[in-house]
């Protein structure tokens, strides 16, 4: 399918108002309009969207794309409605008349992009649907999880290669940020690739500098970085109740932060965000939900407080910070218990075999599942509710389930939230004048079409709460209202639901005969704990490079060390001798009043790469602050 260089980018700059691609995204494009089965690594903020939404706006027909990640699925489609391009989704949660509208713009021709979630490959009324759609490109988002060797394998993922064969003359386009040389292999195996073709770019990143600190008060340490680094920041911990704890910490201390969970409602997580975003709030601590999808160019560091469980989640969480080129920094804070902690991760990461047995046999007691029934069926799973009711431990309960999952048995869909969601299906002549039992149902219904638009076309997210402050009406009136209205035929109503999944892939089984596969256990148990020693080596190495480390790890070849780490840093000060004479220099002149480069170079009378390499140590160990309008001081 031949298309000049020149219809791209005149697609770009219609739809995303750019007049030149970033680097690899056109030979992605090229790749994929050529027909070829095409994996592309590009880093967190590297642009990997723009690599398929272009070339389907010049191709013939749809796209289907398979993404984990719901909530980036959600904002994607609402940024491609926002440019007027037609983009629907489907996921576990939908109801079946949404799910339904969906088919039918996708089958007559008004859709060019859908979004699924990998669980809705198993559906055979899916499959059968999707059969008659124009497909002519298939995307595979986060596509390290149809790795068994990726660091969150999916075994849901594993379906694409039979969807394929619907579609044989559809290329996939493979995208993901982080894979190492085995995990490479595998993406392209398990998707059927017709040839090898692996487009990546260097995980180098010049102006990010790694640094590891030591510290046993981390919260300390935590705060005399934020105070010696101005700018945006984000900081990731690894449970939702120490957001809280740490955010409050650092507004005690004068920072002004907010914290980020899964756990949020969809609004809440909208708000913390968009005033993240918009520098009303400078420091974000959050869970890992929090930045896939965000493109904030200007942050200035990225603190890792909770040591993560791989290089892979490390890098991409990591690389948030400095996506506009300028000097950033990533921390990640250590102590001495935390390799403990990590290795403690890998058993409790793999629960005993029986103990796996017992939660699967327990599920399905839970829900009402009797021996050779339930294939196909999906349930809500109160997961906390199962847990009190049987007295388990949470994490490896939790870990038992994605074990069942990976095993084939069932698949644990993780907490989704659905917003509320209504849509008009009365003729605008018949909504007045309502014959309701519920006093305020027509003031609601006012309401709604005061403050949204589209509800007779689609369904369209609503905020009860908006609602509620419109009309001075309570939650439980609004509520009742939207049922009778519903009741009555005038419009649906989905009320909001945040609820974890089973679906069961094969029928239940005894628990006795529940086998749990060697490459399931074993095997991903020994490769967990192979990542969690290289992170180890990383965190707590003081010879070498951060960044070759990272890039050796990601399969890259590199002879040079970066210069810019914390261990490049610390080598350079020892093997150059730089004079005490020259940092006692900077340090009086800008402890004095801030100083721009130029007073120091000529004030001091030292060579000038030796007070320009010690003014860049000071900076990067915290004894002066480069300010925003590109002045030195030091740090009180």
Known sequence: MPTSPKAILDVLKKYWGYDSFRPLQQDIINSVLEGRDTLGLMPTGGGKSITFQVPTMVMDGMTLVVTPIISLMKDQVDRLRSLHIKANYLYAGLSR??????????????????????????????????????????????????????????????????????????????????????????????????????YSMSFARDNLSYVVREAEEKVTELIHILRSVPGTAIVYVRSRKRTKQICDELNRAGIHADFYHAGLYVEDKEDKQNKWTTDQCRVMVATN???????????????????????????????RAGRDGKRSYAVLLVKHTDQRTLRR??????????????????????LGVCVGEGYQRMFDFNFNLFCRTYDLPVLPTHNALKILTRSGYIEFVEEIETQSRVMIFARKEELYDLDTNTPGA???????????????????????????????????????????????????????????????????????????????????????????????????????????????YFGETVSEDCGHCDLCIDRRKREDHVPEDVQQGLLYMAGQRPRRLEDFLSTLSFPRD?????????????????????????VK
């Open 97 to 198: 008349g949404e799910v339904n509208r969906v088919y039918e713009k996708c089958l007559y021709g008004n859709c060019k992009f859908l979004y699924v979630s990998p669980e809705r490959l198993q559906s055979r009324s899916f499959l059968e649907h999707l059969r008659q759609m124009p497909v002519s490109l298939i995307v595979v988002d986060e596509a390290h999880c149809i790795s068994q060797w990726g660091y969150d394998f999916r075994p849901s993922f594993l379906r694409i290669a039979q969807v394929r064969k619907l579609f044989p003359n559809a290329p996939v386009l493979a995208l993901t940020a982080t894979a190492t040389p085995v995990v490479v292999e595998d993406i392209q195996h398990c998707l059927a690739f017709k040839a090898s073709n692996v």
């Open 289 to 319: 939900a929090f930045g896939m999808g965000i493109d904030k160019p200007d942050v200035r560091l990225v603190v890792h407080v909770d040591i993560p469980n791989s290089l892979e989640e490390y890098y991409q969480e990591a690389g």
């Open 345 to 366: 991760h890998i058993t409790e990461s793999f629960p005993e075999k029986d103990f796996i047995r017992r939660v699967y046999e327990l599920v399905s007691d839970f």
């Open 442 to 552: 027509d003031q609601v219904l006012q309401a709604i079409l005061r403050l949204y638009t589209g509800l007779f076309a689609d369904y369209v997210f609503i905020n009860e709460d908006v609602i509620s402050f419109r009309t001075g009406l309570s939650q439980e009136t609004i509520y009742n209202s939207l049922l009778e209205l519903t009741r009555m035929h005038i419009l649906h109503y989905v009320p909001r639901k945040r609820t974890p999944y089973i679906i069961y892939t094969t029928s239940r089984e005894e628990a006795k005969h529940v086998l749990i596969p060697i490459s399931v256990y074993e095997d991903l148990r020994e490769r967990m704990s192979q990542r969690v020693e290289a992170t180890i080596n990383y965190a707590y190495s003081d010879k070498g490079c951060r960044e070759r480390m990272l890039r050796g």
């Open 610 to 634: 030796e007070v320009i390499a010690m003014l860049s140590f000071l900076v990067d160990e915290g004894y002066i602050k480069h300010l925003d309008d590109d002045t030195y001081r030091t």
